[in-house]
T-cell receptor
Framework: NAGVTQTPKFQVLKTGQSMTLQCAQD?????MYWYRQDPGMGLRLIYYSASEGTTDKGEVPNGYNVSRLNKREFSLRLESAAPSQTSVYFC????????????????FGPGTRLLVL | DAKTTQPTSMDCAEGRAANLPCNHSTISGNEYVYWYRQIHSQGPQYIIH???NNETNEMASLIITEDRKSSTLILPHATLRDTAVYYCIVRPPNTGNQFYFGTGTSLTVIP
């Protein structure tokens, strides 16, 4: 099992350009997540997908869109990149998304390093 | 909002036990304590989690106090590869479905 994979590993964009970050998992997990991590800071949730066909906003969704293409794949799109979106982006997955107070272990990909000039 | 407090950094000699503390004084009765770590430039890695009882797996042990207001992650024989940022996470109520990672403890294992 590869676990959670992300492409690309690195990307440089100019302000205003668009791009899609790809994420796939082979653990048959129902739930998937996109986080961003800025230098010296913890991870912040952008969007998540509890199950195939559903997506919801996280803590910092502005400037992003997501698509849960199928159970395996969850993509993150930047329609018009801005320098403030320079960050490391992590995708994660978990078996299920349960009620508040019941945690599910999340497994993370290696990250995509994005620089917006 | 942060619900856990961890020291910013710690050192540990190689081969010795690393004890990483975490305070979570406002933890609710049904909230788990999770530990993740992040080795430089990599994605966070799950270590262990627990609710009330102490837990042990192949990576570490988790000791939770009886009142559940604090916990300690123990790496029994630290190696240089254990150098990483360690995150103690308790999910706050009514915040959806994310893990709040905070800034964690930067552990340096010294040869």
């Amino acid at each position: 099992n590869a676990g959670v994979t992300q492409t690309p590993k690195f990307q440089v964009l100019k302000t205003g350009q668009s791009m899609t970050l790809q994420c796939a998992q082979d653990m048959n997990h129902n739930s998937m997540y996109w986080y961003r991590q800025d230098p010296g800071m913890g991870l912040r949730l952008i969007y998540y997908s509890a199950s195939e066909g559903t997506t919801d906003k996280g803590e910092v969704p502005n400037g992003y869109n997501v698509s849960r293409l199928n159970k395996r794949e969850f993509s993150l799109r930047l329609e018009s990149a801005a320098p403030s979106q320079t960050s490391v982006y992590f995708c994660a997955s978990s078996e299920a998304l349960r009620a508040a107070g019941v945690q599910e272990t999340q497994y993370f990909g290696p990250g995509t390093r994005l620089l917006v000039l | 909002d942060a619900k856990t407090t961890q020291p910013t950094s710690m050192d540990c000699a190689e081969g010795r036990a690393a004890n990483l503390p975490c305070n979570h004084s406002t933890i609710s009765g049904n909230e788990y304590v999770y530990w993740y770590r992040q080795i430089h430039s990599q994605g966070p890695q799950y270590i262990i989690h627990g609710l009330k009882n102490n837990e042990t797996n192949e990576m570490a042990s988790l000791i939770i106090t009886e009142d559940r207001k604090s916990s300690t992650l123990i790496l029994p024989h630290a190696t240089l590869r254990d150098t990483a940022v360690y995150y103690c996470i308790v999910r706050p109520p009514n915040t959806g479905n994310q893990f709040y990672f905070g800034t964690g403890t930067s552990l340096t294992v010294i040869p």
